[in-house]
T-cell receptor, first 114, second 114 residues
Framework: DAEITQSPRHKITETGRQVTLACHQT?????MFWYRQDLGHGLRLIHY???????NKGEVSDGYSVSRSNTEDLPLTLESAASSQTSVYFC?????????????FGPGTRLTVL | KNQVEQSPQSLIILEGKNCTLQ??????????LRWYKQDTGRGPVSLTI?????NTKSNGRYTATLDADTKQSSLHITASQLSDSASYIC?????????????FGQGTILTVHP
């Protein structure tokens, strides 16, 4: 069955380190997204991509970057991790032009920055 | 500013009882409203979706309603089960972007006790 996976599921790092979170989907969806989820907030969009070589900033993109070299993967990089980036990160994908714009979410990565 | 407000923040009910969760939104222009269920440690999974012209949608014991005039939605759960314990997130999609910009509510945490 097609799916979307994230790795690692849990990560502890130190302030200032570079961290990369992986996202892999097998639906062949063109659109992919990264969100963060924090207490007191709904999911907030970090970056998104419409397809290979395309990336766009979301509402909370500062300190994060993404790259899209193939359809299946959208890794999220924290250039210099900060304590404010402690959060749960969700990757999602969506078929371009898909009915009702449904996004399918991965299981999440819990990141702790000490 | 597009916003989605959910109430209550949390709810505890006994197994077998019914409950109703509320969602108010100010997203414009409106495209569709979706209710997601998020189990602890998992990504959100879609339960129902409604467009402007739909005022009710069922999925098993879950029934969602939409009043586009008052910009309110509710999710009614009938004959609750222990497995219904989760966070329920109201998500509203706006038109005007190719990926369907999503605004997430903070969620209602439902706990079902035996």
């Amino acid at each position: 069955d097609a799916e979307i996976t994230q790795s690692p599921r849990h990560k502890i790092t130190e302030t200032g380190r570079q961290v990369t979170l992986a996202c892999h989907q097998t639906w062949n969806h063109n659109n992919m997204f990264w969100y963060r989820q924090d207490l007191g907030h709904g999911l907030r969009l970090i970056h998104y991509s419409y397809g290979v070589q395309d990336t766009n900033k979301g509402e909370v993109s500062d300190g994060y970057s993404v790259s899209r070299s193939n359809t299946e993967d959208l890794p999220l990089t924290l250039e210099s991790a900060a304590s404010s980036q402690t959060s749960v990160y969700f990757c999602a994908s969506r078929e371009a032009g898909g009915r009702y714009n449904e996004q399918f979410f991965g299981p999440g990565t819990r990141l702790t920055v000490l | 500013k597009n916003q989605v407000e959910q109430s209550p923040q949390s709810l505890i009910i006994l197994e077998g009882k019914n409950c109703t969760l509320q969602c108010n939104y100010t997203v414009s222009p409106f495209s569709n409203l979706r209710w997601y269920k998020q189990d602890t440690g998992r990504g959100p999974v879609s339960l129902t979706i409604m467009t402007f012209s739909e005022n009710t949608k069922s999925n098993g014991r879950y029934t969602a309603t939409l009043d586009a005039d008052t910009k309110q939605s509710s999710l009614h759960i009938t004959a609750s089960q222990l497995s219904d314990s989760a966070s329920y997130i109201c998500v509203v999609s706006a038109t005007g972007t190719s990926y369907g910009k999503l605004t997430f509510g903070q969620g209602t945490i439902l706990t079902v006790h035996p």
